[in-house]
């Protein structure tokens, strides 16, 4: 019996081993639910041939667990279809492995697993062939359009999930809760078969809950609720999504005590976002692996870690480095190619890199021109070119994005004098053709490449290494300025400001609930002075921009539409409070809140209208944080009802959703001097709001008493 399946007996059998929002199924349960699938299963396919492979094309539930270990209890290659997948590559996948059935989710047939119904559809197999003890074949997302398929045995998965249990620890298995698709062998592999090994909860999140709707665009405010309300204890990261979460908890506040490992491999990882995720509290242990390696070949763990290194070789796995460097692992880590020679020794991984004293395996590169973006999805320069070229507009193209979040090209029009507005468009055509992680998101018009200063080769090919060192300010992310998109610039550029605010006594105290009735009363005082000028400032800010900005007055009016009123909110909850709503509607605010309105004011008359944005990030990020973290805190150590609490609880939930849309807009300014405008403003707001907060009365020592 395979080790996974014996875990399932082994452990606890009351123990939780899978479960969802709706339902939990212990060890025991599990086990049972298998059984029942497995029984189900095994008539329906008594017709195919051992070797013949059954396709699994379901979303992250327990149905897919579920189905994944019936299918090794029955000894039947499984054949995952990534969701990501264009049409043409999943009907590649099914004909190249050869699948004689597929299950899916549209199904109301006998096929039942935690309570969903299941389909079963019959294919019929073509030619594809499969290597002898072949368990599963994963697909890619592929360098080109037609990824390979890895054929790897039962032995070789549960190695890896084996390996990770004993240099981790089985006591880091509490609640791990999948980020990526089960269709990617990384968490398969090592996400849910190391989970059960070790007698962990696998908990599944539904993709909307988790931000991921569009996956390769997530809503990453919604993916760190999740991670909190699930208790997470583990997780595992593509790069972009590990940046992703840290620019969102950089910016909210928000923390996740719960996690205690967060893995992080597909794609190379700076020590620049390892810091950051230190600096947030995320506990992230670099790895590296492939798929012909089964997932996942070395890792730091929290007992052996080194930054810049991705970690030790997991102790079932041999690596060595040919003459060029090049990382070798043996001793056989997959089965072949589907449809290829068996593959009877070391993988040659067209990765270079190097081992230190200590054993610690680094990576410096690839050695081919494929290209792993930053969500760790393979991509042939080649195969995006193909594309660009095949536009009548464009006469020449070189894409890059290695360890970036999206591709990149370098293109030469067909003649210098078309408009940016026909390349535009001929990109636009390109990318309809290509699956969205390999698509084009920037661009830059250049002359054409020259032979003569050794940006072709003879026969005219491109020679990449050069055209891009020469266009490096553009395509060398290290180098880029601004960045590829406005808000992490924004973020970044601000983070001492925001710094400054979070330090104030009155917010940290605030947080805590350590203040006085008469402190939250004086806070909402201020916030009603500068609350009832957001309409007015906004009104001010749209009547100065011009046509060019026209997306930009329409979030405007949005805004205004949203914010109407809010200051009424603040005056019913001093009301309720037991303060005097009407002194305060007819009184004056304090010097520092009438120096930062004025302050937005002027700089709207006197400079770039684009600048309010600034204090919008200012103002919203820091009403998420004291409603998500402050309110509750506030209203039990005074005692205080939820009708005290109308403009801090509502308001809050609502800017959690203005700062998914606030993101999105922010990316989409590229003037410079507009986004000089929004960092001005927001850095010097940082700075003029902190000065709000400590004006208002607090005595520290007796709030630390309450």
């Not at 506040?253 to 719960?258: D, K, R, T, V």
């Not at 919203?620 to 509750?632: I, K, M, N, W, Y």
Request: with cysteine; aromatic share 6%; charged share 20%.
């Amino acid at each position: 019996m395979s080790r996974v399946l014996n875990a399932l007996r082994r452990h606890d059998p009351l123990r939780a081993a899978l479960s969802d929002d709706a339902q939990s199924l212990t060890y025991e349960e599990l086990a049972a639910e298998v059984d029942r699938l497995a029984g189900a299963l095994a008539p329906q396919l008594a017709g195919l041939g051992a070797d013949i492979p059954v396709a699994v094309d379901l979303n992250n539930n327990l149905a897919w667990v579920i189905v994944d270990l019936a299918l090794i209890q029955l000894r039947r290659p499984s054949l995952p279809i990534p969701g990501f997948f264009t049409a043409e590559q999943r009907a590649h996948a099914l004909l190249d492995a050869g699948a004689g059935a597929l299950i899916a989710s549209d199904g109301d047939g006998e096929l039942v697993a935690a309570g969903r119904r299941l389909g079963l559809l019959d294919l019929t197999p073509q030619a594809g062939s499969l290597h002898r003890e072949t368990a599963k074949v994963t697909y890619t997302s592929g360098s080109t359009g037609t990824p390979r398929g890895v054929c790897l045995s039962l032995a070789q998965m549960e190695e890896v999930a084996a390996s990770l249990v004993e240099v981790i620890g089985a006591d880091y298995a509490g609640v791990h809760l999948p980020i990526l698709p089960l269709s990617i062998l990384l968490e398969n592999v090592a996400g849910l078969y190391a989970t059960l090994l070790a007698g962990g909860r696998y908990h599944l999140a539904e993709a909307a809950d988790l931000g991921l709707a569009e996956p390769f665009r997530p809503d990453l405010g919604r993916m760190v609720q999740t991670i909190a309300a699930t208790g997470a204890t583990s997780l595992i990261l593509v790069p972009e999504l590990l940046r992703g979460l840290v620019m969102a908890m950089t910016f909210t506040g928000a923390e996740l005590p719960a996690l205690n490992l967060v893995a992080v491999g597909g794609a190379k990882v700076s020590p620049e976002l390892l810091a950051k995720a230190e600096a947030v509290g995320l506990p992230v242990y670099e790895g590296y692996g492939l798929s012909e390696c089964a997932s996942v070949v070395a890792l730091n763990t929290p007992a052996s870690r080194k930054v810049g290194a991705v970690g030790r070789v997991l102790p079932h796995l041999d690596v060595s480095l040919g003459e060029d460097r090049e990382i070798v692992v043996g001793p056989r880590p997959f089965l072949g190619y589907a449809g290829g020679a068996p593959n009877l020794g070391p993988v040659h991984t067209g990765d270079l890199g190097w081992m230190d004293a200590e054993g610690f395996l680094h990576i410096d590169g690839r050695r081919s021109n494929t290209i792993i973006t930053a969500f760790g999805r393979n991509v042939a320069p080649e195969w995006v070119e193909s594309e660009l070229l095949a536009q009548p507009a464009i006469r020449q193209a070189v894409v890059f994005g290695e360890a970036q979040s999206g591709i990149g090209a370098l293109i030469v029009p067909l003649s210098a004098d078309l408009p940016k507005t026909v390349i535009a468009e001929a990109v636009a055509h390109a990318n309809s053709a290509l699956p969205l992680y390999a698509q084009v998101v920037r661009w830059r018009l250049c002359p054409p490449f020259d032979r003569a200063a050794g940006e072709l080769t003879g026969n005219g090919r491109p020679r990449r290494e050069v055209i891009l060192e020469r266009h490096r300010d553009f395509t060398n992310p290290a180098t880029q300025d601004p960045p590829v998109t406005f808000f992490p610039r924004l973020v970044t550029e601000t983070l001492g400001g925001q710094q400054v605010l979070a330090s104030v006594p009155q917010i940290e105290d605030g947080l805590a609930g350590r203040i006085s009735l008469e402190t939250y009363i004086a806070y909402l005082t201020e916030a009603y002075h500068h609350v009832k000028h957001t309409v007015p400032l906004m009104q001010t800010a749209k009547a100065r921009l011009d046509d060019r900005h026209t997306r930009f007055r329409d979030a405007l009016d949005e805004y205004i539409a949203e914010e109407t009123g809010h200051e009424e909110w603040i005056l019913n909850d001093i009301r309720h409070a037991g303060g005097d709503a009407d002194a305060v509607r007819h009184g004056q605010p304090r010097a520092a809140t009438r120096a930062m309105v004025d302050f937005v004011y002027d700089f709207i008359a006197r400079d770039n209208a684009m600048g309010f944005f600034g204090m919008v990030l200012v103002l919203e990020g820091t009403s998420v944080r004291l409603a998500t973290q402050g309110a509750d805190a506030v209203a039990a150590s005074l005692g205080l009802g939820p009708e005290c609490f109308s403009y801090l609880s509502s308001h809050g939930a609502v800017d959690q959703e203005h700062l998914v849309s606030f993101q999105k807009l922010m990316d989409e300014v590229d003037d410079p001097d507009d986004q000089r405008a929004i960092i001005a403003v927001a850095s010097a707001v940082f700075d003029l709001f902190a000065d709000v907060f400590r004006a208002i009365p607090h005595d520290r020592s007796l709030a630390h008493a309450v």
